[in-house]
């Protein structure tokens, strides 16, 4: 007899059949072997957690904070979300708004959950994270695409994203600071595409996870446009080095967080204790964390950007915030996954395929810059020497 799975294997799939991360982890067995490896593939500054953030969880933990939690979260964590989110955002926010779950990745799985299923539609923003297209479809909609060009600054294109409303359209799923771009919205895209949501009556998923890092530590608000119908997404990863602690937030109005109890009752039954205890210290010196944060990746942009200049048919697009950056490698005639993959054997050298992320960085490459700048520059000079090798 034959093993059937289900469809929901299909809808997570790579793209293509081609997993965008096995450069990543075979450069990463490589310098666990001692090779001369530079890694830029993946958001994870080599940067410790706050010292104040690891006692706080250290003390809740030996203090017997090990046992259930409320599945929406603590309520002082929750109190200090949605007091940041109104100081933010300049819009009413409460405890009754806020669910705590494990990071930004799992908001987003449980946004699509509850705003659509099969039948319909999620429009998206190309290019988008890696994941999106399958926390999106895990719901049964169907995804659709709206662009993003590289030659508008890949802010994205708001008559393409009116004109691909139907009537099965139910959400509008977007990133801002975008990744892999690192575009900010703008005030006129916020009111633009607050608008449309407005007339038609959708549902906006606005993905703030590099928010925090952005300048003055904010992003145009579209919640403050649209309440009722915008969800914000965020955590505490990017902005307090807290990657690998799991601890984010949904954020929405107060029926639809009922739902997302209901929901997280059955996927997590609540985030362990000592790490919300972790993250109420990290909100409680949230202002000069973010601005370390800032500092460190504003530095090392402005590094890297300048190393990259003047690389023969390399072209690096400057991004407005986040760690991220696109090199446009089209004219090398490789395409991004030859040139990737030409780059690591040959320098030693791991970054991210653009196509990974959408139609419109395909033959784009997505370097992290939350390294040392010695090491960008070192990879900038790698990079250099292996695009003049390709004359």
């Not at 806020?98 to 987003?108: E, R």
């Not at 703030?208 to 965020?234: C, F, H, K, M, W």
């Not at 700048?373 to 390709?390: D, G, K, M, N, Q």
Request: aromatic share 6%; with cysteine.
């Amino acid at each position: 007899m034959k093993r059937r799975f289900a469809p929901i294997i299909d809808w997570i799939a790579h793209e293509g059949g081609v997993d965008p991360w096995a450069i990543h982890w075979e450069a990463r067995q490589a310098k666990e072997r001692g090779e001369d490896v530079i890694l830029l593939s993946v958001g994870d500054p080599p940067i410790d957690t706050p010292v104040a953030v690891v006692d706080r969880a250290v003390a809740a933990l030996r203090g017997g904070d090990t046992h259930y939690t409320e599945i929406l979260g603590k309520m002082p964590l929750r109190e200090r979300i949605a007091a940041m989110h109104a100081e933010r955002t300049g819009a009413p926010c409460g405890a009754e708004n806020v669910a705590v779950l494990a990071g930004t990745q799992n908001g987003l799985f449980v946004a699509s959950l509850c705003l659509a299923s099969h039948g319909d539609e999620i429009i998206t923003i190309d290019p988008m994270y890696t994941t999106y297209p399958a926390s999106i479809q895990a719901s049964g909609a169907k995804l659709v695409r709206v662009p993003a060009h590289a030659s508008a600054g890949f802010h994205p294109d708001l008559k393409a994203l009116e004109a691909a409303i139907t009537p099965r359209t139910r959400a509008i799923f977007l990133a801002t600071p975008s990744n892999p771009a690192g575009v900010v919205l703008t005030e006129s895209d916020c009111d633009a595409i607050a608008a449309i949501a407005r007339r038609h009556g959708l549902w906006i998923v606005s993905d703030e996870v590099y928010a925090g890092i952005a300048d003055g530590n904010r992003v145009p608000s579209l919640a403050a446009r649209l309440p009722n119908q915008v969800v914000t997404l965020g955590s505490l990863s990017k902005s307090h080095a807290m990657t690998g602690w799991r601890v984010g937030w949904l954020i929405g109005p107060a029926d639809l967080v009922k739902l997302v109890d209901e929901l997280a009752l059955c996927m997590l039954y609540g985030i362990p204790g000592f790490i919300q205890e972790a993250a109420i210290a990290a909100l409680d010196h949230r202002v000069e964390i973010e601005k370390d944060m800032h500092d460190y990746c504003q530095l090392r942009r402005e590094t890297l950007y300048r190393a990259l200049t003047d690389i023969p048919r390399v072209k690096p697009y400057w991004p407005d915030a986040g760690m991220f950056m696109l090199l446009d490698v089209r004219e090398t005639g490789l395409g991004s996954a030859g040139f990737l993959r030409g780059l690591f054997e040959t320098e030693k050298v791991s970054l991210l395929d653009g196509a990974a992320f959408g139609r419109e960085t395909d033959g784009f490459v997505r370097v992290c810059f939350a390294a040392e700048p010695a090491e960008l520059e070192e990879a900038a000079r790698r990079i250099r020497r292996y695009a003049t090798s390709l004359a």
